[in-house]
């Protein structure tokens, strides 16, 4: 079992930035493939990004390609995301996530936080 736990949410004026932290514990969490998905009222989740155990392979959705950054620090089990040149259209639920390995992370992700609330005004 994994738990993960959100952290750094709240409400931004559009091009302005945000560093969302997810917090794991239970097994080992350089063992994990992490990720970020976000999700509005309404519509299915969305899968934004996600990091390679080591931290050396990263993908992007398109929708936040050049705008964020996902990194991990396995020393302090913790992934983030920066968040930079926000737009309204960013606005969700965004919740971190575990697999063990690339492809469930993206299809079926095994863990997830309990989300966090990103806010952009326009």
């Known amino acids: 079992q994994v738990q993960l736990v959100e952290s750094g949410g709240g409400l931004v004026q559009a091009g302005g930035s945000l560093r969302l932290s997810c917090a794991a514990s239970?097994?080992?969490?350089?063992?994990?493939?992490m990720g970020w998905f976000r999700q509005v009222p309404g519509k299915n989740r969305e899968f934004v990004t996600k990091?390679?155990?080591?931290?050396?392979?990263?993908y992007y959705a398109d929708s936040v390609k050049g705008r964020f950054t996902i990194s991990r620090d396995n020393a302090k089990n913790t992934v983030y995301l920066q968040m930079n040149s926000l737009k309204p259209e960013d606005t969700a639920v965004y919740y971190c996530?575990?697999?063990?390995?690339?492809?469930?992370?993206?299809?079926?992700?095994?863990?997830w936080g309990q989300g966090t609330q990103v806010t952009v005004s326009s």
């Open positions: 239970g097994r080992t969490f350089s063992a994990y493939t």
């Open positions: 990091i390679s155990w080591s931290g050396g392979s990263t």
């Open positions: 996530a575990a697999a063990r390995n690339r492809v469930l992370l993206t299809t079926s992700p095994e863990y």
